[in-house]
């Protein structure tokens, strides 16, 4: 695997200290965190260490903390216990760690108790570590998005380097990328008639295992992709089904990938699958064509938005002037979500800053329905990471709901709708890195993509 | 699956309340808990159900509470939201589920606020859930290793139940066995020179998930079976090496499995494997034939480490008298953990709880070396399930460490041991129900157990 050598990844992380030092002068702590339990104290989840602090020691360390001052990185870390060396085997040394991660010092976890520098900090989404901030630090953390003077500072440090990614960055965003595209692939190879969500779940997952990284984020894999993030696997495949497959891998280092396909179980699209599943292709290639630097990521979502407004008025679904029924929100009944998101070191990247991240300062999110669930609201500058995922539902809760029904009686041509009834949730999702050209697709990395109905049906034959 | 049905489930949960109305007279609190987060608040790991609330309720209920009052069932938990149903899909009502569970009454949980009761509780291990269970019952939880009182009452009346499982907790362990030893039996097959950890434990690991079953904990492959609790996949078989597997499956209600076995990647044992094998199966089956109600499990430890001292006599790599050895702890060096454990809703059942369950009244761990790693220390009785697993690793920071070299100089065959070289760690692992006959092993579902020499060596060949 592509892991960065040590030479690179010393001077990357050099790189991005002195970064944050011309953003934020004062002295930042970032803890790593700690592996909460499952059931019992010593059955705990796989370990996943703080994303801002990966960004900055890039090795998932656990119950470490690093100081960063002026470019100079300190490292808090306990030497391994012999216990723990019985019991996890021989661990690199502190010393060994800070020699790796270039620190210029490094002490036991203990010496925090005798930090009384006053730091700023970004509090962790795990009440132990977060428990442990406050005590060491002496007061109270905010939440990330209550975060107010050196801490509101520091966050704000933090989205400006992490909202572009350096070489390294990319290159682990490629490697998971491209681990994902194999999954899918092989989700699709695997797929037949009377097989279950869980076999192909299994499959597809075991890609992704094999290669020694991890699930970035919980797979969904359904015949009911209009549970948006639909969690369970209980059902069996039948012919005339589509599958919803939305997985994505994590490389070593943190960095994450985010894709879904959709393909049929019987290998082949109904008529109505191809008329919906190629308006939101169109959709989803509409929207990366308009990847650019500078550009709204807003008019993105609309863009997408008016593609599938216009297609389901050609296909006689929807009924009325195309700018009306996006005024009245009529494509969100079928594409409730955002088109997508920022993506890096978490999936919903900074998301653990609530919309300090997505949204640019001064701006909120929308309250009108499916505009509200626009993650991102960011003009696009090079280096961003973000998704471009649309897609088509029909979601009982929304299209049966009296109220709706009534309000959107004449936008809504229902007998027509009904003859698209075996198509439940259709999403199409990839990832764009944002170039000075425009966009790089960066889960084209397979000979084939897997994402057009031609190339579909031939990976579903192979 | 064989998932118990309604009425079933139903009977079983009513009997195991008037079991625990017969041992604790007062109120009982029990929370489900919640999925802690992974690296941002929507992104969580899977959700676990706390293992008490599983054996009362059985149906892994987010967010929930149950009440049991002599009997009396009654059921905290919120209808699903609209926001939830969006995006997770319908889900159960709070009157269904409590239909289901058969309970006497169901309230949101916002009811808990006017909760006056002074109900006992169990500490939940997760800080939010945990947070919630202090503020509604307005009083410092202890840990339960801590707790007094009612709440001691209460831990003591649950461990008097969950020590001996019921037909419904059997049969879903033996449905978790199932799936795991055909997990076991996979990866035997999937083995070769030149693959690695990682794509071993994939293939493992996605039989598990294809069931639609959960790993009960973090699986442990890999050719370094000396580190007992190896958490990383990153080394390539080699031709010589042998896999240490350590997997075991999860029933959809919690109940849980676990089962190791070690084999050839080359699929042939060398001659010095071929001993070290066998004399751990020896210890192995010398335990479970000495399984039977009233016998102590501490003596089966102990039986295990007078099969392996014996044997490691016989093969000239200790020397002197057997009781002698065992006195001074010289099978430790090789054997350092107990021979088993405790196995239900939790791999190590109720550890949650420390050693009040692992440990009969009065008795506290050793500090013997080797035997304070035993984790259960009570007579065996009718319906427990245990592990029997006893092992032989050469762990380098035991057997290089100059005192312990110094203390059992006169011990070990150093030039002896050293050929056998070729063996790092083995461990031979089942779960064994204790019947009136004496014992059932339950791992033992597939037409082969793939578990001595001559059934590896086939498991391998298929």
Chains 1, 2 share one sequence.
Not at 201 to 222: D, F, K, L, P, W
Not at 269 to 298: K, M, N, W
Request: overall charge negative; proline content about 5%.
């Amino acid at each position: 695997m592509n892991v960065p050598d040590r030479n690179t990844l010393k001077q990357t992380l050099k790189q991005r200290r002195q970064n944050l030092a011309e953003k934020f002068s004062d002295k930042a702590l970032f803890w790593s965190g700690c592996a909460p339990s499952r059931n019992f104290p010593a059955n705990t989840f796989p370990f996943r260490a703080s994303s801002h602090f990966l960004y900055f020691a890039e090795l998932p360390l656990k119950n470490a903390a690093i100081e960063l001052d002026n470019g100079k990185l300190t490292l808090f870390m306990d030497n391994p216990s012999p216990e723990s060396i019985l019991w996890g085997g021989q661990k690199p040394s502190r010393d060994k760690i800070a020699e790796e991660i270039g620190a210029d010092a490094a002490y036991p976890v203990s010496d925090l108790a005798n930090y009384n520098a006053s730091a700023a900090t970004i509090a962790v989404p795990n009440p132990i570590t977060y428990q442990q901030q406050c005590e060491y630090l002496q007061r109270e953390i905010p939440e990330p998005s209550q975060a107010q003077g050196k801490d509101l500072d520091l966050i704000q440090a933090v989205i400006g380097l992490r909202l572009s990614h350096d070489e390294s960055a990319i290159a682990q965003i490629r490697q998971a990328a491209g681990v994902s595209m194999e999954a899918h692939q092989t989700g699709m190879k695997a797929t037949a008639p009377g097989k279950t969500e869980a076999e192909i779940r299994a499959a597809m997952e075991s890609v992704i295992m094999a290669h020694n990284q991890t699930c970035a984020y919980g797979s969904i894999v359904t015949v009911h992709g209009e549970v948006l993030h639909n969690e369970a696997y209980h059902h069996t495949l039948q012919s005339g089904e589509l599958v919803l497959a939305d997985v994505g891998a994590e490389s070593p280092g943190g960095w994450v990938s985010d894709i879904t396909r959709t393909w049929p179980v019987n290998g082949q699209f109904s008529a109505t699958q191809r008329e919906l599943y190629d308006l939101v292709l169109a959709a989803h290639d509409a929207c990366i064509e308009a990847v650019a630097p500078g550009v709204e990521y807003q008019d993105i979502h609309w863009k997408a938005a008016a593609v599938i407004t216009e297609g389901l008025v050609e296909l006689g679904i929807l009924q009325g002037n195309v700018s009306d029924l996006l005024a009245n929100d009529a494509h969100a009944l079928f594409f409730p979500h955002g088109v997508g998101h920022l993506l890096g070191l978490d999936v919903h990247d900074m998301e653990d800053l609530g919309d300090l991240a997505g949204y640019a300062p001064g701006r909120q999110r929308s309250r009108r329905f499916g505009l509200g669930n626009l993650r991102l609201d960011r003009a696009l500058q090079i280096g961003m990471t973000v998704t471009i995922e649309p897609g088509f539902y029909q979601v009982p809760t929304i299209l049966n709901d009296p109220e709706t029904r009534e309000q959107y009686q004449n936008m809504i041509n229902w007998e027509r709708l009904a003859q698209f009834s075996d198509v439940r949730g259709i999403r199409i999702e990839d990832d764009v890195l944002v170039t000075g050209d425009g966009a790089e697709v960066l889960t084209s990395s397979l000979p084939c993509e897997c994402k057009t109905i031609e190339e579909i049906v031939n990976a579903r034959q192979i």
